[in-house]
């Protein structure tokens, strides 16, 4: 039972575009949320989080946003460069004791095309 | 500073057999978690360690096994390999005081079970 879904494997989008990755999860307890951005041969980077006390968050070119009803959450990349080309897994926590027991979607491939 | 060292980055082993990882966290992170990403499932969680001691631990059977040093660096173990162990395990350091699940990842090692 997947807790955390990142239902597209895969998005291509045209450099200077938007991108937008969604997450849908399911358990409620979840109060923390990141995503993590992994290149080829490499171990995955932290890129951006949001608490659930909070729907959106920014840095830079990054922006997460929360839906906690609806229990989504996006990331938009704006504009889209040819080194976000990557993949990204969204994650959760439920409470500062599982900081590092993560629960990972399965991923969703970004190529941004030149 | 230097990042999670991972070793070996790549080994090939046969059913039955036993592989053990090695993990050498950032130097002042003493909280060592491990994950195995495989295709279609995401990161998923096996364990942590903190001062030698396991804090927390997914949902793998007991052929997973791990331990930490009193210098933070650790091992895991995997026994009686099977095919389905194929994977990248993945070593992620940070400080135990850290609430959010911030973490840093080593490389991975790939292990490939024929």
């Known amino acids: 039972d997947q807790q955390v879904k990142q239902n597209s494997p895969s998005l291509s989008v045209q450099e200077g575009r938007i991108s937008i990755l969604n997450c849908d999860y399911t358990n409620s307890m979840f109060d923390y949320f990141l995503w993590y951005k992994k290149y080829p041969a490499e171990g995955p980077t932290f890129l951006i989080s949001?608490?659930?006390?909070?729907d959106k968050n920014e840095d830079g070119r990054f922006t997460v946003f929360l839906n906690k009803s609806a229990k989504h959450l996006s990331l938009h990349i704006v504009p889209s460069q040819p080194g976000d080309s990557a993949v990204y897994f969204c994650?959760?926590?439920?409470?500062?004791?599982?900081?590092?027991?993560?629960?990972f979607g399965s991923g969703t491939q970004l190529t941004v095309l030149p | 500073k230097a990042g999670v060292t991972q070793t070996p980055r790549y080994l090939i082993k046969t059913r039955g057999q036993q592989v053990t990882l090695s993990c050498s966290p950032i130097?002042?992170?003493?909280?060592v978690s491990w994950y195995q990403q495989t295709p279609g499932q995401g990161l998923q969680f096996l364990f942590e360690y903190f001062s030698e001691t396991q804090r927390n631990k997914g949902n793998f059977p007991g052929r997973f096994s791990g331990r930490q040093f009193s210098n933070s660096r650790s091992e895991m173990n995997v026994s009686t390999l099977e095919l389905g162990d194929s994977a990248l395990y993945l070593c992620a350091s940070s400080l135990r005081t850290t609430n959010t699940g911030e973490l840093f990842f080593g490389e991975g090692s790939r292990l490939t079970v024929l």
């Open positions: 130097s002042g992170h003493r909280s």
């Open positions: 949001i608490s659930s006390i909070k």
């Open positions: 994650a959760a926590q439920r409470g500062p004791g599982s900081a590092r027991q993560l629960t």
